[in-house]
């Protein structure tokens, strides 16, 4: 049976939606669009809701066949909209020039890139940021990323993944800014405001696409593109706000997902879309589908071939379809046969003419890509130099008994053994953009720095075949060749530092694990060198939270690495040999084992809390309930205290926190306080504690500082299973803390 929504209620809420508000927020492009519009005949509407990958060496000769001549020939017939992946001055200008110059209205194509985490410089993985907490450094690196990648003629990129997952085993967890919605629409704005700058005429100023809308950081078993089955409080609570918070923001575009949820795939949802999206929010930037999402209709079982897909798509709410040649291939019949309305194709088209005109395209098709430009910004030193401080500042500092760390400058007879170190390549992480592999500091290069008494022994090779963002990463598991050379040297030496953990391309999109452990030898090789050394420092690389218990409770000091990108290894070294104090805390939770996954900090209290000493509450037999590093976590070199938590409720809409915080070591240093709040009786129940705000604050040794929150109900209230927001009278706890773990308390009531 064909499933076809009643359109008709579509079509008049879409005109109802669009006569009452504008596309653009500026009169004169609104009334260039509709101008340019009325020109148009159905087919060119159409090109302009497509959008290709790439196709063919744009220097080179006109394509005569296959795939790339099909795209060609529909360029040249006004038939595309939007093209991704193509960038440098040359190509960039080559493909414009024939929409500019060649087809019959000359509108010109939006470039778009996954400029993720930086371009030709690349910064940490985003998962890495949003560690660092520091709002200022993520929207600089964004800031960043926009000014090189528009200097290639990139106008508009997939970024920021806002999803929300508490699932360490769903690769993409190292895309997104962790298990937490405040922390998540915080860091979502700053990466916003980083890529479209004040002016997205700007030719240094890309548009930000807040994705994948929605739940896609919530497949089941955390396998990729699997379904979400989802409740409303979670979708309300958790998923959502990091794209509100977004697109409050000024994100321009969102990118749909491909995941079911509840049942019904993301690119035909119209509840997602038109309910939620352009509905509730009045969303009037651009929905693009993610990469063949409606042709997966067909796949997924609710189309029932590529017309029916497109029919689908294009009735919820998906303006422009992602190398999925179903718009291109059959919207222009659809509409004909009257299955879908010609008003909802200009709706569409509409928000991406009003994109192109507010990205200034129109005025300047080539404004973007610049030889000068492109050859002066690539790799800029200056962004090098940013990038080595938000890497400095997202490395975590798990665990230091001991204090084996910071190392001495003047430390002698140090190891540094394991493959990750003397790496170069898996640093930079997944999604590359511009930059060529191979090109990272490695960690034994940033050491030498400050330090030329080591030695390094690779341990055990990691991978055997290919490192590619399409291919699968073929772990060593037998070649145990280097470990005898690397034990022996770890029992010669007085301290030292291993660098182990998952290669770049092991998280990231198809990157789903059921293991999260080290990879491979790693494992064996550390308890090998841990026989004969006890004084480990080990750097964790990884794009998600691993199982860390073993070397929780064998190694002295731990740090968390993830992929630092292009200024790995300097960054690393500032903060090994405490030239830099670290300051970065866990954006998600790292578990005791991966029976806990997913885990969020977010717990409700159940109806059977504990402990209690028989079995019957909620817990595991043969597990603690607690993380092994809590959300929030995050050690320094010097020390912090918290005292005189202090609440003013006597303004209700803007309830005052005040607490005392302290420097109490020996070193200047930054800390991250968080406050958390609980709702403690309510209408649907509250988790035990939410996180509500924080603040990062550098303190000399000694000082301390009055910090000041104020709660007002946007942080108070919640969503309930209808999309209702309320606030309700009663208690509310307030803690607040380096950790959410580590609080102190205060009760108010509202
Ligand atoms: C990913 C998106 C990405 C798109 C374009 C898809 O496979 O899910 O996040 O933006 O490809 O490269």
Redesign the pocket.
């Known amino acids: 049976m064909r499933y076809r929504p009643n359109f008709t209620v579509i079509t008049l809420f879409c005109l109802l939606f669009f006569s009452l508000t504008s596309t653009a927020k500026d009169p004169d492009i609104d009334r260039k669009v509709n101008e340019l519009l009325g020109k148009m005949t159905l087919q060119e509407k159409v090109g302009q809701m497509n959008q290709y990958n790439g196709f063919w060496d744009a220097t080179g000769p006109a394509p005569t066949d296959g795939d790339a001549k099909l795209k060609y020939d529909h360029l040249r017939a006004g038939l595309v909209g939007s093209v991704?992946n193509v960038r440098g001055y040359e190509h960039v200008r080559e493909l414009q020039q024939v929409a500019v110059e060649e087809t019959r209205l000359g509108i010109p194509l939006i470039f778009a890139l996954?400029v993720i985490h930086g371009h030709k410089t690349l910064f940490p993985v985003p998962l890495a940021e949003a560690a660092s907490w520091d709002l200022e450094a993520i929207e600089t690196s964004a800031r960043i990323a926009a000014i090189e990648s528009s200097a290639q003629g990139i106008n508009w990129t997939?970024a920021p993944?806002v999803d929300i997952s508490e699932d360490a085993r769903w690769g993409r967890v190292v895309e997104g800014a962790g298990e937490d919605p405040y922390l998540g629409s915080q860091v979502a704005i700053a990466r916003v405001n980083g890529f479209q700058g004040d002016d997205l005429a700007a030719n240094d100023t890309i548009a930000a696409c807040a994705?994948?809308f929605a739940a896609y950081g919530f497949p089941l078993a955390g396998r990729d593109y699997n379904r979400a089955d989802i409740s409303r409080d979670t979708l309300y609570n958790t998923v959502f706000p990091p794209f509100e918070a977004a697109l409050n923001a000024g994100a321009r575009t969102v990118?749909n997902s491909?995941n079911t949820v509840n049942g019904i795939p993301a690119t035909a949802s119209t509840f997602l879309m038109r309910d939620i999206l352009k509905g509730r929010w009045a969303f009037d930037g651009v929905v693009v589908s993610?990469?063949g999402s409606v042709s997966e209709l067909v796949a997924h079982g609710f189309a029932e071939d590529l017309e029916h897909a497109a029919e689908l798509a294009a009735n919820a709410g998906s303006d422009m379809d992602?190398e999925g040649y179903a718009y291109v291939k059959h919207l222009e019949n659809l509409v004909k046969e009257g299955k879908v309305s010609e008003a909802l194709v200009d709706d569409a088209v509409r928000r991406i003419l009003t994109l192109k005109f507010e990205l200034g395209l129109f005025d300047n098709p080539y404004g973007y890509s610049d030889k000068a430009r492109e050859e002066k910004l690539l790799g800029h030193k200056k962004h090098l130099a940013a990038a080595r401080d938000v890497a400095k500042r997202s490395i975590v500092l798990l665990k230091n008994e001991g204090e084996l760390l910071p190392i001495k400058k003047s430390q002698k007879n140090i190891a540094v053994i394991g493959p990750l170190a003397s790496d170069k390549n898996s640093v930079l992480g997944t999604w590359r953009a511009a930059v060529d592999d191979n090109t990272a500091v490695s960690l034994i290069e940033g050491m030498t720095q400050y330090n030329k008494h080591f030695i390094y022994q690779e341990g055990v090779k990691f991978n055997l075949g290919e490192e590619t963002f399409a291919s699968p990463i073929v772990v060593n598991e037998t070649d145990r060749t280097g470990m005898a050379e690397a034990v022996a040297l770890a029992a010669e030496s007085d301290i030292v530092v291993m660098m182990l953990g998952e290669h770049g391309f092991q998280s990231g999109?198809g990157r789903s694990r059921t293991h999260i452990d080290f990879p491979g030898l790693q494992q064996e090789l550390l308890e090998a060198v841990h026989a004969k050394n006890k004084n480990i420092i080990l750097v964790v690389a990884s794009g998600r939270p691993l199982d860390l218990s073993w070397a929780d409770q064998h190694v002295p000091a731990i740090l968390q690495a993830w992929q630092l990108g292009s200024e790995s290894g300097n960054a690393l070294a500032e903060v090994l040999f405490g030239h830099y104090n670290p300051s970065g805390k866990l954006p998600v939770s790292f578990p005791r084992s991966l029976g806990q996954v997913p885990f969020t900090y977010r717990q409700l209290n159940t109806g059977r809390p504990g402990p209690k000493d028989n079995v019957f509450w909620s817990h595991y037999n043969d597990e603690k309930n607690s993380p092994l590093y809590p959300f929030g976590h995050g050690l320094s070199y010097t020390g912090f205290e918290y005292s005189k938590l202090r609440i003013d409720s006597s303004d209700k809409s803007s309830i005052r926190v005040s607490v005392k915080l302290k420097n109490v070591g020996k070193r200047k240093g930054e800390e991250v306080a968080q406050l958390y709040i609980r709702d403690r009786v309510a209408s649907t129940v509250r988790p035990l504690k939410e996180l509500k705000g924080f603040q990062k604050v550098e303190l000399a040794a000694g000082k301390s500082k009055t910090l000041k929150f104020t709660l007002s109900e946007k942080e108070l209230g919640f969503y309930n299973a209808d999309g209702q927001f309320l606030l309700e009278n009663g208690e509310f706890e307030v803690m607040v803390g380096g950790s959410s773990d580590t609080l102190l308390s205060e009760v108010f009531t509202y």
Request: proline share 0%; glycine share 0%.
């Open positions: 991704l996954d997939f993944m994705k994948h990118m491909f993610d990469w992602m999109e």
